[in-house]
């Protein structure tokens, strides 16, 4: 019997192996390709494409890998952290005044948690340049502050080789304190007194830095970080906050309104933004009790609250921490001239603001964020539908449960509440 159509078969099979394996190996994506050709036409039509145009597929993926780019630098340290927060529109404050009301998001800061912390990294930053600090020296650094301020100092001195002692009047929530503990900072509460007393909170604490430094015994220095009168507290906000406010509003604002303590903030980003926006108006929002509202409107210090058998605190009688004073400042008159309107803001509209943020967009916010967004709503008010305000919202809420939230009370199931019932509570 003749094998040779048994053997052409056999070799015809093999070749048909090989030649498609072979062709496998030359074009590995053919099938994806062909697939690719068989699209139905519904799916083209529901990718925005026109079932009537041609279309040409290409590869372009052949040799192609994801890359890792070696040069990426790795942040160094928690002060990478501070700085560049982000600026978002409140929905339900802009939807109610027909303005878009933008709102600083500092409390997302790295380090702890404030616009302080730009200012604690450029003092601290500022002093080693001149020589005042070396860090893992033992050298301290004093300072007298309601909280946010020595918070940050506290972080940023342990991220640096430094000691933090903090002094700061005993009204204060008690968090921050316990916050100041846990980070290693010495803290003394000393009761509430006038600047001119000698125990006043940031005189005890220029004191005790120069003793510090005059003891032979205790290693380091002693540095008094004076962030009233330091003047790298408004340089860092003209250098950093005012910057990213005129970037991500796209350079388009109508309005900055901001509270002043030190003054720095709104000194240091009023200095910036009024060069590159002439228009812009600078507005100062201020507590109840604060004597700075008739510094901008009538060239005074004075406050209602201030005469005789009125007062019922030492500093500033209000409920609101961190800004509000009676005493002029080295960083506030640095960018007093620039501002051009200020609003008075009492403690009733400062809770009922407070609990708007929390019922309305989630926003569990501090006291002196409160304050900010009271004076923006009533200024977005006298310019009308149209216009773009900015403003900071400084710290969270959560250092102000003992305090200001224990009189706010809870917001509950409530959903309601009317604007027309806050501003002007």
């Known amino acids: 019997m003749d094998n040779r159509p048994r053997l052409f078969l056999t070799a015809a099979f093999l070749c048909g192996v090989l030649l498609t394996l072979g062709f496998k190996d030359f074009y590995p994506d053919l099938e994806r390709r062909f697939r690719r050709r068989r699209v139905p036409v519904n799916s083209l039509s529901g990718a925005g494409l026109d079932i009537e145009d041609q279309i040409d597929l290409e590869d372009h993926t052949k040799g192609k890998r994801a890359k890792v780019n070696g040069d990426v630098k790795v942040a160094e340290g928690i002060e990478a952290c501070v700085g560049n927060t982000p600026l978002f529109r409140v ?38 340049e001149h020589g005042l600090l070396t860090p893992h020296s033992g050298d301290t650094i004093y300072e007298g502050t309601v909280g946010s301020t020595g918070i940050s100092l506290a972080t940023v001195c342990r ?34 007194a006038p600047i001119i007393d000698p125990m006043h909170f940031v005189n005890r604490a220029r004191s005790l830095a120069a003793d510090h430094t005059a003891d032979p015994q205790r290693p380091g220095r002693g540095y008094f970080a004076d962030q009233f009168e330091n003047q790298a507290n408004w340089q860092a906000h003209y250098e950093s906050t005012g910057p ?35 228009k812009l108006r600078v507005v100062l929002a201020d507590p109840q009790g604060s004597g ?39 960083n506030f008159e640095a ?67 003992s305090k200001f939230w224990a009189q706010a009370g809870n917001i509950g199931g409530k959903t309601d509440s009317k604007l027309a019932d806050i501003v002007g509570a």
């Open 91 to 128: 929905k339900s404050l802009s939807e109610e005044t027909g303005c878009d009301i933008l709102v600083k998001a500092e409390f997302l800061n790295g380090a702890g948690g404030s616009p302080k912390d730009r200012v604690a990294l450029n003092m601290i930053k500022t002093a080693e």
């Open 159 to 192: 991220a640096r080789g430094y000691l933090a002692h903090i002094c700061m009047p005993s009204d204060q929530a008690t968090e921050k304190s316990d916050l100041l503990l846990k980070l290693g900072a010495v803290v003394d509460r000393v009761p509430p």
């Open 292 to 330: 700075l509202f008739n510094r901008i409107k009538n060239g005074v210090m004075f406050d209602p609250l201030e005469k005789e058998g009125t007062r019922r605190r030492s500093q500033v009688d209000t409920i609101v921490e961190g800004i509000g004073i009676n005493r002029v400042t080295a």
């Open 335 to 401: 960018g007093r001239e620039l501002i051009d309107d200020a609003i008075k803001v009492s403690d009733d509209e400062a809770m009922a603001m407070a609990r708007w943020l929390a019922e309305k967009d989630g926003i569990f916010t501090g006291s002196s964020s409160a304050v900010n967004c009271v004076a923006t709503v009533r200024f977005a008010r006298q310019l009308g539908p149209g216009h773009r305000l900015g403003t900071i919202l400084c710290d969270s809420g959560t250092r102000h449960l």
């Open 244 to 278: 990213e406010i005129f970037n991500q509003c796209g350079g388009k604002l109508d309005a900055f309104v901001a509270g002043a303590g030190t003054g720095g903030t709104i000194a240091g980003v009023a200095r910036f933004l009024k060069p590159k926006l002439p």
